[in-house]
Each structure stands twice: as structure tokens, then as C-alpha cells.
């Protein structure tokens, strides 16, 4: 396994699961608007999700701002557009790694592709994910106990409907192997299989918890 350490910069409060978060809450708010008619269930739901959000965020002047405003963002797309673009001022985006560094990640892979970092929303990203479609091999490179760590396995061209073992969403996913050094066997490798989404950007824009995450990262490593 290769790791590589990652500083967290203190002056973003907000990670980008979290931010997904919010956007979860801010959803299950306009849904309660335009689909329900009872006011006392608006009002239950409104009154639950402010909650929701109050806990997540941090004690700064945007996100008491944000929370004031709550309501009316979720009432209006073009608003909560507005609002959620001043709410990444708070996002930590997840690092741009240089060649080098995902090098270093990957040191096992002689000719590693570059993921195509402009297609990609860094604060919406808890981890990096990207396909080598040439070679059928999937890259992620994730956050583990403060730091990097790069996974990388076969990834089956063939799109399935299914749970996402990442973020833990229906959708369209593909089975990626990775190979796991058993412990204590010197040498020897077995084959991990998990369902994960085809398309890490889109996981990544419905990841709101670091659980699955985790446990994922895990079972790609030494077992």
C-alpha cells in the first residue's frame, strides 16, 4: 500500500461529504414544498431540517447566513445555486495532486493516466476516482487515518444497476477486483470484488457519509 500524507487546511471548516450533506438536506426541503400540502408537515420537515443542517456546519458568518436563509434556498434552484456557490468558501476541495505525487501513490504502475482534473468539482470530492478504459483498470486514491492512500484494480466494462459500495446509492455501477496481500503469506494475493459507481464524479456528488467509504478502503487492503 502506498500512502502519501495529507494536511487538511484549517481555514476551510467544511469537507466536501459534508457539503454533500447539506445539498441532501436542501433537496428533502424543496421535495416538502412542492409535494406536500399539509402545512403542519411542511413546518415538521422544515423545522428537521434546519436542524439537520444547523449541526453541520460550522459557526462562521456564511454559514449562519446560509442557515438564516434556509428556506427560501430551497424554494428557489436559481437561489440555492447562488447560495451554495458562497458555501464553498468553507469547502476544503480535495487536493490536485501533480504526476508526482500520484506517482508515488502508484508505484506498482509503470505508465499511470492522468485523471482529467478540469471535469472534476474538487469540493464535492471526498475521494479521486478515474478509469483507464484502454486497460479495463480503475485509480482511487482516498482518504485514510489523515492521510492518501492509491487503490487501483480491474474495473468490468460492463454497467450494471446496482448499490454502490461507496456511497451506498442505486445506480450505475461495474465490479472493480483488486488485489489484496494476504497477511502472513508471503507473496500471496487474493481477488476483492466490490460494486462501485461507474462514475466517481457522480458518487462523489452523493457521498454524504464517510462510513462506506471507509469500509471500502479497507477491504482493499492487507487482510
Known amino acids: ?51 439537520t443542517v444547523k449541526n453541520i456546519l460550522p459557526d462562521t458568518d456564511i454559514a449562519n447566513e446560509f442557515l438564516a436563509q434556509l428556506p427560501e434556498i430551497a424554494l428557489s434552484k436559481q437561489r440555492a445555486e447562488h447560495a451554495f456557490k458562497q458555501l464553498e468558501e468553507l469547502v476544503t476541495p480535495f487536493p490536485e495532486l501533480s504526476a508526482n505525487q500520484l506517482g508515488k501513490l502508484f508505484k506498482k504502475v509503470k505508465k499511470l493516466p492522468e485523471p482529467k482534473w478540469e471535469n472534476m468539482n474538487r469540493h464535492e470530492m471526498t475521494y479521486l476516482g478515474w478509469n483507464d478504459n484502454g486497460s479495463q483498470k480503475k485509480y482511487i486514491v482516498a482518504p485514510r487515518d489523515g492521510k492518501l492512500v492509491g487503490i487501483y484494480g480491474d474495473f468490468d466494462p460492463k454497467p450494471l444497476n446496482g448499490l454502490c459500495a461507496i456511497c451506498h446509492q442505486l445506480g450505475t455501477v461495474s465490479m472493480f477486483l483488486s488485489k489484496v496481500k494476504s497477511r502472513g503469506a508471503e507473496g500471496n494475493y487474493t481477488k476483492r470484488g466490490n460494486l462501485i459507481c461507474r462514475d466517481s464524479s457522480l458518487c462523489n456528488a452523493q457521498l454524504s457519509s464517510l462510513d462506506y467509504l471507509a469500509s471500502f478502503v479497507e477491504t482493499t487492503l492487507v487482510k
Do not use: G, R, T, Y
Open 1 to 51: 500500500m502506498c500512502i502519501l500524507k495529507w494536511s487538511v487546511n484549517m481555514d476551510k471548516q467544511l469537507q466536501p461529504h459534508k457539503f454533500v450533506a447539506i445539498k441532501e438536506q436542501v433537496i428533502i426541503l424543496n421535495k416538502a414544498f412542492n409535494s406536500v400540502n399539509d402545512k403542519n408537515v411542511k413546518s415538521v420537515v422544515q423545522a428537521d431540517v434546519i436542524e
